[in-house]
């Protein structure tokens, strides 16, 4: 039964995110706030009242991505009634342009403005909304998020960055860093224990840096009491900086079964003098010695990080000195992309002096080592057995059962009964770069 008085009342809605993890949690979140207020879940774009883009402004890309979105949006609000909106880092970043006369755009909504989501699209009914201005601290939400997954679960520490790494946007999207209190960071943990959630996927800029000053708990203690939560047997985190890793977190990390042994650390390049000029505030030695220790403490743990190729400057010796580093380091799993200009950072306003050739050729060399490292690496583990959590049924073949192992790689494997939200103990029989396929071979219970 709806309620009339509901602002949203009868209205479906559909997301759109592009980006991150976070912004994956904000939709989530932003669907609370849109379901609290009377409208429902439409599943697809072409069957909702009012769209909301979640966008990603980290990289040019992205961003063109989102104006084609926009203009497939305006075609559909041609031919029918539609309200759509656009929130997240371009929200943020180009309040004023988006709503231009021709954009169709009704609303725009920042990230402190997202509780106030549902009246803002019913107020855009009658007018074109902007709703992105800046508080200070933290807000914890008003209503639960409507979650994507059943079993595995974004649990939000901490927003923004104080880093302003000299190629990234994010402080100017996502602001100061804001710390989640601990209290509540344990009672949305505790609610998804409550709720079977197998995994705690702890997200933030900067989860490494994590501080509650009223209780005085840093990173390395949360991850201790959310490991006290009964319930979730798995517990990841992303991203951390390698600016902020102390030898603490990993003898924290050792010493804490349920935190998986995988660990994402943006390294962006191998080269010292990069790392200088993006100033990330380690050098390569200084990563290189982060990975000694994490191996010696835990010499499972799988390792993956971020890759910027093309930097400003980046001279094909330091080039280089990146693909000597993925040779060394042999990661589990990399993101790699071409460096692209954005506004407001520093990087912006020194020559873009790589060519788009020059960028292309070096991502294509990066990607096929690292394909190399993971092929070989994935080889070691045939025949050997790994622990999977199923999170659902692979796209192509749902006969076939998808899950990630604690090193986070992508398995596909069968099974002779349904054992989606279960942990499962996967023979590994064959492998690609990347991904694993086998057999269930035993359930874990728990
Ligand atoms: S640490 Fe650097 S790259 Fe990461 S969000 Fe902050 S400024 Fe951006």
Redesign the pocket.
């Known amino acids: 039964m709806t309620d009339p008085r509901l602002p949203l009342d009868g209205l479906r809605f559909a997301f759109h995110t592009f980006g991150c993890q976070m912004n994956e949690n904000d939709s989530e979140r932003l669907a609370g706030y849109l379901a609290a207020a009377g409208a429902a879940p439409a599943g697809l774009i072409e069957s909702a009242d009012v769209v909301v883009v979640n966008t990603c402004s980290?990289r040019a890309k992205s961003e063109e991505k989102l104006y084609s979105l926009l203009g497939r949006l305006r075609t559909l609000k041609k031919r029918r009634p539609l309200l759509f909106g656009v929130v997240g880092c371009v929200a943020q970043l180009r309040k004023d342009m988006l709503p231009g006369l021709k954009s169709g755009v009704d609303f725009v909504v920042g990230f402190d403005q997202y509780p106030r989501i549902a009246e803002i699209i019913a107020e855009s009914r009658g007018r074109k909304m902007i709703a992105a201005s800046r508080s200070r601290g933290w807000k914890e939400g008003t209503v639960p998020p409507i979650r994507e997954s059943a079993v595995s679960g974004f649990v939000t520490i901490m927003e923004g960055?104080?880093?302003?790494?000299a190629?990234?946007?994010?402080?100017f999207t996502?602001g100061r860093e804001k710390f989640r209190p601990v209290e509540a960071v344990l009672a949305e943990v505790r609610d998804l224990a409550a709720h079977g959630f197998r995994e705690i996927q702890l997200l933030g800029?900067?989860v490494n840096n994590y501080a509650d000053s009223a209780s005085g708990t840093d990173f390395a203690d949360l991850l201790g009491r959310i490991a006290a939560v009964p319930g979730p047997e798995w517990i990841r985190f992303i991203?951390s900086?390698p600016?902020n890793f102390t030898p603490s977190l990993a003898r924290a990390m050792a010493a804490t079964p349920k935190v998986c042994r995988q660990f994402h650390l943006?390294i962006?390049s191998g080269s010292s003098r990069v790392l200088e000029r993006m100033k990330?505030g380690y050098s390569r030695e200084d990563y290189l010695e982060t990975v000694r220790t994490l191996r010696s403490l835990m010499p499972e743990i799988r390792l993956s990080a971020d890759i910027i190729v093309g930097y400003p400057g980046e001279t094909t010796e330091e080039f280089g000195e990146t693909l000597s580093a993925l040779a060394e380091i042999k990661f589990a799993n990399i993101f790699s992309f071409c460096y692209s200009p954005r506004p407001l950072t520093a990087a912006a306003r020194i020559a873009d002096d790589v060519s788009t050739e020059v960028k292309r050729s070096r991502l294509m060399e990066v990607q096929a080592l690292q394909k190399e490292i993971q092929t070989t690496f994935h080889k070691t583990m045939i025949g050997r057995t790994e622990r999977v959590l199923c999170t659902g049924r692979s796209k192509k073949d749902p006969a076939v059962f998808a899950g990630r192992s604690e090193g986070n790689q992508v398995v596909n494997f069968r099974a002779d009964r349904d054992v989606v939200g279960r942990f499962v103990d996967v023979e590994i029989l064959s492998v690609g770069p990347y991904s694993l396929r086998g057999r269930a071979v035993s359930l874990y219970n728990k």
């Open positions: 980290v960055c104080d880093n302003f790494c190629y990234c946007v994010v402080p996502r800029q900067n991203t900086h600016k943006p962006q990330r």
